[in-house]
């Protein structure tokens, strides 16, 4: 567990906790923002790099079915208005009402699902070498643009868990299986 206590120069006075808890087949991150004392905007979430080849069979590959994309402006952050999922490269925040479900495919080597109670996830597929799946309790910018108060009795808690496993075998025996993709797959 790792603990900060919230103050100057901060301007309000709270805490954020991280909980892990380690298995043999997966990750569980807890995190929460207490306010003690008036009521500020919060947000929270992970930001983990991956290497997109691990050499054992080519790059990762994507699977999410996101409600929507937060269209992206000219300075990369979100304009409000939501749209129907694009193809990538990404560097984009989707949206997911039911909780972030993301999967993560390294051909011949292990299969990641990474599942949240956060209703955002942030992909960044850009650079050649690594991606990113961000869970987010909110949009980038949210702060301004959908601010979530939290107050000494509504805290902020997300919660995301890493499950990892050996590709799945195909039909006809061969590692890594990929049908049933949804559609925005990259």
């Known amino acids: 567990m790792l603990e900060h206590g919230l103050g100057a120069p901060w301007p309000f006075a709270g805490r954020v906790t991280q909980e892990f808890a380690l298995s043999p087949s997966c990750l569980r991150l807890e995190m929460t923002v207490e306010s003690h004392g008036e009521p500020f905007p919060a947000q929270a979430g992970w930001h983990p790099w991956?290497?997109?080849d691990l050499g054992t069979g080519?790059?990762?590959?994507?699977?999410?079915?996101?409600a929507w994309q937060e269209e992206r402006g000219p300075?990369?952050?979100p304009t409000g208005r939501?749209?129907?999922p694009r193809e990538g490269?990404?560097?984009d925040c989707f949206g997911m009402p039911d909780g972030v479900a993301v999967t993560v495919d390294w051909?011949?080597?292990?299969?990641?699902?990474i599942t949240s109670s956060a209703r955002w996830v942030v992909i960044y597929d850009e650079p050649a070498e690594a991606l990113c799946v961000?869970?987010?309790?909110?949009p980038p910018n949210g702060l301004d643009t959908l601010p979530r108060p939290v107050t000494p009795r509504s805290p902020l808690t997300v919660t995301s868990t890493w499950r990892w496993s050996p590709p799945a075998a195909r039909a006809?025996?061969?590692?890594?299986d990929r049908r049933g993709r949804a559609a925005a797959t990259r």
């Open 107 to 113: 051909p011949g080597a292990l299969t990641l699902e």
């Open 75 to 77: 300075d990369h952050l």
């Open 58 to 66: 080519g790059p990762a590959e994507l699977r999410l079915a996101a």
């Open 89 to 91: 490269p990404w560097d």
């Open 50 to 52: 991956f290497r997109r």
């Open 134 to 138: 961000e869970p987010q309790s909110g």
């Open 172 to 176: 006809d025996g061969v590692p890594g």
């Open 82 to 84: 939501r749209i129907a």
